[in-house]
Nanobody, 116 residues
Framework: QVPLVESGGGLVQAGGSLRLSCAAS????????MGWYRQAPGKQRELVAA???????NLADSVKGRFTISRDNAKNTVDLQMNSLKPEDTAVYYC??????????WGQGTQVTVSS
């Protein structure tokens, strides 16, 4: 098991910034990829950003140029820096991790609300 604990959500005005953090514990030696998904009301959960152990990054087109994902392999943490936030970024953001057996793990979610 790989418990994931998120922090950093909240309410921000459009154009503002937030930073989400996620810390993994447990069987952390097996983690390969970490990332962030989000789910807005009435919509499917979607990938926001993911980063591999080696630093390869996958970023959703909708957040390119505004969001940055970073990872500290030694601390088993992954951060999502969100700048120039838009109302359409409002969602519950979930930290996710995948181990070397392709099993997935999820955090409890943190609410991000962007007011116009």
């Amino acid at each position: 098991q790989v418990p994931l604990v998120e922090s950093g959500g909240g309410l921000v005005q459009a154009g503002g910034s937030l930073r989400l953090s996620c810390a993994a514990s447990g069987s952390i030696f097996s983690i390969k990829t970490m990332g962030w998904y989000r789910q807005a009301p009435g919509k499917q959960r979607e990938l926001v950003a993911a980063i591999s152990t080696g630093g390869s990054i996958n970023l959703a087109d909708s957040v390119k140029g505004r969001f940055t994902i970073s990872r500290d392999n030694a601390k088993n943490t992954v951060d999502l820096q969100m700048n120039s936030l838009k109302p359409e970024d409002t969602a519950v953001y979930y930290c996710a991790a995948w181990d070397k057996w392709s099993r997935d793990y999820w955090g409890q979610g943190t609410q991000v609300t962007v007011s116009s």
